[in-house]
């Protein structure tokens, strides 16, 4: 049975539109608390932390309005990385946490990521078990008046954020004559990332720094490289960070201003790891993960596993064979020995900690040839559309075309109204053709 309410990432929409609205996160909040408060009888605690959207300012105090409903004592974060939550969930020994965000998309879209209280996302069972909730009596999930749970900020969440990011890492460890330009993509990274790269004594030359609610992922941030290429460009850095909305993904950009993605940060961190004798059990990719990575890994004897497209997916399978390296050619990566879901902020102190010894970015980051890959992402009124006739005669097409050539990919996106068409081949006609094919019957 599918999901009603949540995607490959959460809860995730357009605002007051749909389910993202103060009603809905009322019941949200209402249903996730009723379960979690079912699991444990003693102390009653949900954490909330959030991007920079102005809606945020609509969407939260409805979502406390629920938690405190069921008897739910709330601490509110402010604008924090989606992983900062995750880890402070964890500490503070929460009942869950929630982030309220729509990680890279644009301001108008909002949404929510829960965490248990070990930190990880919730799997598809549990999902379903709080929908079941959702839809529920109202009246069945209050609490009686005198048992309603209470209201606290904490102010100094970042800080925390960043003594357990810095504590993963040698206390020798520093940044001391290195250049780094960062882009916070006017998102929820923007206070803490500049902040900890400065008290390891980097020079940081940042943007996206400056959020008003309406410029979260405009023309900034991950999905957003250009950015990034050109302060690199500009201050002539050793490295660039580019960060998306909530921080949970990084594009890097080298000292030449080449950009790196996600597959050549893993590629290189699972090499490091397995010689330093870090690396445990292999890595887990996703469908996105590049034909090049897969065949690098393969040379090197890494065992390499793919999941379904979402962090979430990825983290499952490498619980589930006990890997602790893996991620998505998007920046999202999970670093199993220091965290539970992705974090951009961590994976960049990772890679500046393997340039420490003065080696450049351009030459620790260049690890595979890519296959060359083309992806389009078609805007759709409904996705149900990939399931088509048509749509599926043209799908079966391409993939027989390309067969042993290359591969083809076409998915709904769990967190866009959009079809997304991957194709990867070293015949760039063969590649084009086979992308037009599947285009064709979409749009």
Request: net charge positive.
């Amino acid at each position: 049975m599918s999901k009603k309410y949540f995607g490959t990432d959460g809860i995730r929409g357009s605002v007051n539109t749909g389910n993202i609205n103060g009603e809905m996160f009322f019941k949200f909040g209402l249903a996730a608390g009723t379960y979690f408060k079912n699991l444990k009888k003693s102390k009653q605690i949900a954490i909330i932390a959030k991007d920079t959207r102005l809606s945020g300012y609509t969407l939260e105090p409805a979502l406390v309005s629920g938690l405190t409903s069921t008897g739910m004592n709330v601490y509110t974060l402010g604008p924090l990385p989606t992983n900062g939550l995750a880890m402070l969930t964890k500490s503070m020994r929460a009942n869950l946490g929630i982030m309220i965000t729509a990680s890279h998309n644009p301001y108008y879209d909002n949404g929510l990521k829960l965490f248990g209280p070990d930190g990880l996302k919730l799997s598809d069972k549990i999902e379903k078990k709080i929908e079941k909730l959702i839809d529920s009596k109202i009246s069945k999930n209050l609490s009686k008046p005198r048992f309603l749970g209470r209201v606290k900020r904490l102010e100094d969440a970042n800080d925390k954020y960043i003594k357990i990011l810095k504590n993963n890492f040698p206390k020798k460890f520093n940044l001391k004559g290195i250049k780094i330009a960062i882009d916070c993509a006017n998102g929820a990274g923007y206070k803490s990332a500049p902040k900890l790269l400065r008290s390891l004594g980097a020079k940081v030359y940042e943007t996206g720094t400056s959020p008003n609610g309406l410029n979260i992922n405009y023309k900034c941030g991950s999905t957003f490289p250009k950015k990034i290429q050109l302060l690199v460009k500009k201050h002539k850095v050793n490295l660039g960070i580019s960060l998306d909305g909530d921080a949970d993904r990084v594009i890097l950009s080298d000292e030449r201003a080449n950009i790196i993605d996600g597959d050549q940060i893993i590629a290189m961190l699972a090499s490091r790891w397995k010689i330093k004798k870090i690396l445990k059990g292999g890595v887990i990719g996703t469908q996105m993960s590049n034909y090049g990575l897969q065949n690098y890994f393969q040379e090197h004897q890494i065992k390499f596993l793919r999941s379904n497209v979402g962090d979430r997916y990825v983290k499952e399978k490498m619980k589930k064979n006990n890997f602790n390296l893996g991620g998505e050619q998007s920046g999202h990566i999970i670093l199993g020995k220091f965290a539970t879901t992705g974090d951009g902020l961590l994976v960049a102190l990772e890679v500046l900690f393997s340039m420490r010894k003065g080696k450049k970015a351009s030459k620790l980051l260049n690890v595979f040839k890519p296959v060359p890959q083309i992806l389009e992402n078609i805007t759709v009124k409904n996705k149900s559309i990939i399931n088509s006739p048509k749509c599926k005669k043209a799908i079966r097409l391409a993939s027989k075309l390309i067969k042993n050539k290359g591969r083809m990919l076409v998915r709904k996106s769990g967190t866009e109204p959009k079809i997304r068409i991957m194709g990867e081949s070293e015949n760039s006609t063969l590649l084009f053709k086979c992308i037009n094919i599947v285009k064709k019957s979409i749009s």
